[in-house]
């Protein structure tokens, strides 16, 4: 009955070498989130999509961007990855965006060499 | 701004009741969130609150709220081995959640 599906779980990329992550939802639910969690820190709030809306955190880096095909999936492209990008990347779904719950994906650890 | 603060660590021992404490600053919240992390596992959610509220039980969570002191608080009754991770508190603002840093709950025999 999984909800939110994120593929790969762990993800192994070279220093600037493009990557994708990939998230979709069985909840048809309108907001799709991507946070960034670096080890041992709070889940960091990159961008959301409500419906085709791309709403991007003022400080996300331009290395960071996001596609909505469709309300199932969206993506989280990382252009040029560098060691900093390490981290767990969460995908997250909430019906709106007035404060209404918001439900994770178990998330992509990526790696960089 | 917005900033939500918890203790980093919390050790028990296995059946004793364990508290978990969070403060924030945004008073417009309108619910608060305590979330379960695993080792390498995403976020479950475990409860909420709604602000207008001052507790709310589920089982063997008990959530109180101080909406004065913003100060909010997660017991667990009868902690188990399995309940070892990490907690997050949040306050929801428009368009996002407001996390803290996590308390690391260790529960030994």
């Known amino acids: 009955d999984a909800m939110v599906i994120q593929n790969p779980r762990y993800q192994v990329t070279q220093f600037g070498k493009p990557v994708t992550l990939s998230c979709s939802q069985t909840?048809?639910?309108?907001?799709m989130y991507w946070y960034q969690q670096k080890s041992s820190q709070a889940p960091k709030l990159l961008f959301h999509?409500?419906?085709?809306?791309?709403?991007n955190e003022a400080d996300t880096p331009d290395n960071f961007q996001s596609r909505r095909p469709n309300t199932s999936f969206c993506f989280l492209d990382i252009r040029s990855p560098g060691l900093g990008d390490a981290a767990m990347y969460l995908c997250a779904t909430s019906t709106g965006v007035n404060q209404e719950t918001q439900y994770f994906g178990p998330g992509t650890r990526l790696l960089v060499l | 701004g917005e900033d939500v603060e918890q203790s980093l660590f919390l050790s028990v021992r296995e059946g004793d009741s364990s508290v978990i404490n969070c403060t924030y600053t945004?008073?417009?919240?309108?619910?608060l969130y305590w979330y379960k992390q695993e080792p390498g596992a995403g976020l479950q959610l475990l409860t909420y609150?709604?602000?207008?509220?001052d507790m709310k039980q589920d089982q063997r969570l008990t959530v109180l709220l101080n909406k004065k002191d913003k100060h909010l608080s997660l017991r667990i009754a009868d902690t188990q081995t399995g309940d070892s991770a990490i907690y997050f508190c949040a306050e929801s603002i428009p368009d996002k959640l407001i996390f803290g840093t996590g308390t690391r709950l260790q529960v030994f025999p």
């Open positions: 909840l048809n639910h309108n907001v």
């Open positions: 609150i709604f602000s207008n509220m």
């Open positions: 999509y409500y419906d085709k809306d791309f709403n």
């Open positions: 945004d008073s417009s919240s309108t619910y």
